[in-house]
């Protein structure tokens, strides 16, 4: 007996139900639950037999359930006033199909993989459509821009480095463009989707993906415009340096992840006391509310171009450095280009330790001076644009934080949560 046969069998099984289900619940024909179920398991019986005596057969079974869907959607639609039906459980049924003959092939997760996000997005219809019409067409124009940033533009530069120390390299810094704005591009098609009224730790979160700075600046400025408890702007601004810890981690494991391990502790600790902070703040807000801030465009191609030109700058200044005056002073390229810019040095800190240039425990102290200056730069925009009141709330949270991020950089051991050294050493 194949017993393994069997356990893909019941897996198929066990898949079909799964979406069936969905599409049973939904009341979607022409399949369902067991439709589904049936679906899946021919598939795999079709892998299964075409192993055995070629190939062929699995595309002849493909075309089989294709028409047999056909089939039962025209005469659904034959037996019904709906002519608006759609092709959805006919696409998600050939999907399943093959997920069955995956799962005979050996590839069981991502099989599994694969019909869960198939549920998902079967399930998510109507948020899915919701979010769409709510998207304008400045968010449609970003999209585009954005391809144009990341499938246009990035394929055609030179994978090679040129210029002092090697480290110009046209292709991999628009790859960090793409990054910063594609993460960007996510987190403001998103705030723009989302009602008005996201309230004060909501925004916050989007503010800091997109940009701290910016939502600093705005809410700094509504404190001297508009009746909102200080409490409610402090927290947006709190919460959206806050954030800035978990983008410079997901930063730091895109571009250099031997670095993540021994990064993920000082930020995460430093993540953690400013939402403590902000959880006290929020106690004293009484409203849970913020006004909206109008964030740029992302993607435009300026801007990008403008990233690029300050990514260039910086991981040159920093190797320019470390090269001619060593590693103390790099720190005050961090002091100075983190005032302004965390993403630019922690993307070239993430660089120069991927290739073996800086070691991992000078490189995640770099990028914490960066953080702490973006902090102190951002609690200035607060005392020289918001109230008293908000800067009080601001300025002690920041100033607490900082005190704890130079003692990190002092005293904290460099810790790796996994793996050894890496290529910095």
């Known amino acids: 007996m194949d017993f393994g046969l069997l356990q893909d069998l019941v897996i198929a099984v066990g898949l079909g139900l799964l979406v069936g289900l969905q599409r049973e619940w939904r009341s979607e024909r022409p399949a369902g639950i067991r439709t589904f179920t049936l679906i899946t398991v021919f598939g795999a019986l079709c892998a299964f037999v075409a192993s055995q005596h070629g190939q062929w057969l699995m595309a002849a079974g493909l075309v089989a359930v294709a028409a047999i869907l056909w089939l039962g959607n025209w005469l659904t639609r034959r037996n019904t006033e709906d002519r608006e039906h759609g092709v959805t459980t006919e696409v998600a049924a050939l999907i399943m199909f093959l997920v069955g003959a995956i799962l005979v ?42 391809v144009l940033i990341a ?15 090697d480290v110009l390299n046209p292709f ?30 909501v925004g916050g979160v ?18 001297k415009r508009i009746q909102v408890p ?11 340096s806050a954030v800035v810890n978990v983008r410079i981690l997901i930063e730091i494991g895109v571009i250099g992840p031997d670095l993540l391990a021994h990064a993920i502790p000082p930020f995460l600790i430093l993540g953690v006391f400013m939402t403590a902070c902000t959880l006290s703040l929020m106690r004293r807000d009484t409203t849970g509310g913020a006004a909206e801030v109008a964030h740029r465009n992302p993607a435009e191609v300026k ?18 450095v470390k090269s001619q005056f060593g590693l103390e002073a790099v720190y005050v390229v961090a002091l100075v280009s983190g005032l302004t810019d965390v993403d630019a040095m922690t993307l070239s800190v993430a660089d120069l330790y991927q290739s073996g240039r800086m070691d991992a425990s000078d490189a995640w102290r ?20 918001g109230t008293r009141e908000v800067f009080k709330s601001v300025a002690v949270v920041f100033g607490l934080t900082i005190l704890l991020g130079v003692g990190l950089i002092l005293w904290w051991p460099d810790l790796a949560l996994w793996g050894g050294a890496g290529p910095g050493g």
């Open 105 to 146: 092939d050996g590839h069981t997760e991502v099989a599994i993989v694969v019909t869960g996000a198939t549920a998902a997005l079967l399930h998510w219809k109507d948020p899915l459509h919701a979010f769409t019409q709510r998207i304008g067409d400045d968010e449609f124009r970003a999209i585009i821009q954005f």
């Open 172 to 201: 991999r810094i628009w790859l960090m463009v793409t990054l910063i704005v594609g993460m960007n591009l996510v987190s403001y098609v998103i705030h723009r989707a989302m009602t008005a009224h996201k309230g004060a730790l």
């Open 303 to 320: 801007t990008a171009l403008s990233f690029g030109l300050l990514f260039a700058v910086v991981i040159l200044a920093v190797a320019a």
């Open 366 to 385: 770099v990028v914490v001076v960066a953080s702490l200056a973006n902090l102190l730069f951002k609690g200035a925009i607060t005392a020289a644009f």
């Open 230 to 240: 200080p409490e409610t702007l402090a927290v947006v601004i709190v919460v959206a």
């Open 206 to 223: 989007l503010g800091g993906m997109i940009s701290s700075t910016a939502t600093t600046v705005s809410h700094a400025r509504q404190s």
């Open 151 to 165: 499938l246009v533009l990035l394929p055609i530069l030179p994978n090679q480095a040129y210029g002092p120390y």
